[in-house]
T-cell receptor
Framework: AQKITQTQPGMFVQEKEAVTLDCTYDTSDPSYGLFWYKQPSSGEMIFLIYQGSYDQQNATEGRYSLNFQKARKSANLVISASQLGDSAMYFCAMREGGYSTLTFGKGTMLLVSP | DGGITQSPKYLFRKEGQNVTLSCEQNLNHDAMYWYRQDPGQGLRLIYYSQIVNDFQKGDIAEGYSVSREKKESFPLTVTSAQKNPTAFYLC??????????????FGNGTRLTVT
């Protein structure tokens, strides 16, 4: 079974609108962390936001926020006021307990139109 | 500025040849990783190392080899045994294992094409 599932291969949004990118995860470990990365067409991976399994509040970083629903095992990324520069691939990833590695989902391509 | 340097950005090789991808970091991170990215597949872990002179296989280690002789360096060799080597390869590093909330920091990647 996949540990990280991103069900939206592609998403379209107009500039200045908000968009939600979905991510569900599967783990039996009570300690885990969830990460979102952005990959522009240049290929670099840019870390956006982190949510820990014990964090009581949803993480926020500027225009990025994480809608963390622990019981549903979902960690959706919300981008407010989309900009043209937000067009990129977005990956959700998880680190479980004592492991150092991240497991990635297959990604969602976001296209922002003027 | 601290960061991760992968070289070269593009690499072309003939089938049957081994090729080594370079990865150097000056972030003083203990752990380093190699991921492979194919279209529609996301990132898959090849090898990782949490300390000098030690490394572990990831999910798709067959046909690859690594070494970790220095903390700063984690080169990846794609051997002729790797059946489908053409891909985008990403190197990453992070703080020690105990810092489970620390993100991975990535290099800019090497795009390998084998013909």
């Amino acid at each position: 079974a996949q540990k990280i599932t991103q069900t939206q291969p592609g998403m379209f949004v107009q500039e200045k609108e908000a968009v939600t990118l979905d991510c569900t995860y599967d783990t039996s470990d009570p300690s885990y962390g969830l990460f979102w990365y952005k990959q522009p067409s240049s290929g670099e991976m840019i870390f956006l936001i982190y949510q820990g399994s014990y964090d009581q509040q949803n993480a926020t970083e500027g225009r990025y926020s994480l809608n963390f629903q622990k019981a549903r095992k979902s960690a959706n990324l919300v981008i407010s006021a989309s900009q043209l520069g937000d067009s990129a691939m977005y990956f959700c990833a998880m680190r479980e307990g004592g492991y150092s590695t991240l497991t990635f989902g297959k990604g969602t391509m976001l296209l922002v139109s003027p | 500025d601290g960061g991760i340097t992968q070289s070269p950005k593009y690499l072309f090789r003939k089938e049957g040849q081994n090729v080594t991808l370079s990865c150097e970091q000056n972030l003083n991170h203990d752990a380093m990783y190699w991921y492979r990215q194919d279209p529609g597949q996301g990132l898959r872990l090849i090898y990782y190392s949490q300390i000098v002179n030690d490394f572990q296989k990831g999910d798709i280690a067959e046909g690859y080899s690594v070494s970790r002789e220095k903390k700063e360096s984690f080169p990846l060799t794609v051997t002729s045994a790797q059946k489908n080597p053409t891909a985008f390869y990403l190197c990453a590093s992070s703080l020690a294992k105990s810092s489970y909330n620390s993100p991975l920091h990535f290099g800019n990647g090497t795009r390998l094409t084998v013909t």
